[in-house]
């Protein structure tokens, strides 16, 4: 595969054995990682893309996010917690050593601009401030919504709102086979809004500076 920022295998190098990337203590290897985002970079890979299941909605940024939250996604998928059918298949087919030098890979990526930490995020309108307050979302996703108290857990600052307000409504989604996250604390978090309300606080932490990012490959640049 082609090298399509001059600095990553430098950086992948340093950081292959650094990385923890699960419970179990599986380490990632980020050099290795890089040799199997084939099926990702289609959709990752690819500044904008767009998925069209369940709906329209533009795929995360996952660049820059931390390899156990990735972990824990994919294992989420592979164990049918998380139902997306395309995201089933792919997850199904790695091993838990592919998933961990993936998740490290993607964490990796994200570093390579050294950009300053972020501060306690603004507030936004009333009805935002009202809505973060009420779902409690700093608890877990820190003030700034890019440091979770726990690795596990995502960072969502400035990530897609379309993707975010999809995601949020699987949450709320139960019975469909092919549609849903099964993940009790968002849950119950997201049954407490409204369509509208999730919505809202999707577009509110979207507009909020962040450190995801899609780093394109070279062929789709």
Known sequence: MKKFLPSLSILLVACATAISANAQEIKGDAQAGEKKIALCIGCHGITGYQASFPEVYKVPKISGQSA???VSALTAYKKADRKHPTMRG???GLSDQDIA???AYYEVLGKLDNAPALGKAAEGNAMAAELV???ACVTCHGDSFSKPIDPSYPKIAGQHADYLFVALKAYKTQGNATWGRGNPIMGGV????SYAELKELANYVSSLPGELKTVPQAKFK
């Open 68 to 70: 156990k939250y990735i």
């Open 90 to 92: 792919i997850a199904a």
């Open 101 to 103: 030098d993936v998740a």
């Open 133 to 135: 307050k009420k779902g």
């Open 190 to 193: 997201a049954k407490q809004f």
